[in-house]
């Protein structure tokens, strides 16, 4: 499975974005995915995760009522919606797949695969 993250840019803060994972392989409906964020200096963290179906979602703290994950397997593809972006989402963000479909993760060490990584730059 080859993951392509797509989506990131620049903009200001309150504004939004809408990234996406595109993923290459049939067998994508059938995992889990997350997505990761890495700032400068920081170790990667943990943002958001959606079960195979869609069935399950889970947020972190630091985004939860501002940023949503859904996905379309129609399409292969895993969305996260950003709303009311602040400076401090600034981050290179990643997606991710395990192959476990219920797994519902915040741990990177549970991801079997990831894409590239998109940068988001919110200005103040």
């Known amino acids: 499975v080859q993951l392509q993250a797509s989506g990131g840019g620049l903009v200001q803060a309150g504004g939004s974005l809408r990234l996406s994972c595109v993923a290459s392989?049939?067998?994508?409906?059938?995992?889990?995915v997350g997505w990761f964020r890495q700032a400068p200096g920081k170790e990667r963290e943990f943002v958001a995760a959606i079960r195979w179906n869609g069935g399950s979602i889970y947020h972190a703290d630091s985004v939860k009522g501002r940023f949503t994950i859904s996905r379309d397997n129609a399409k292969n593809t895993v969305y996260l919606q950003m709303n009311r972006l602040k400076p401090e989402d600034t981050a290179v963000y990643y997606c991710?797949?395990?192959?476990?479909?219920?797994?519902?993760?915040?741990?990177?060490?549970?991801?079997?695969?990831w894409g590239q990584g998109t940068l988001v730059t919110v200005s103040s």
């Open positions: 392989g049939r067998t994508f409906s059938t995992y889990a």
């Open positions: 991710a797949a395990n192959t476990q479909r219920s797994l519902v993760s915040r741990w990177l060490s549970d991801y079997d695969y």
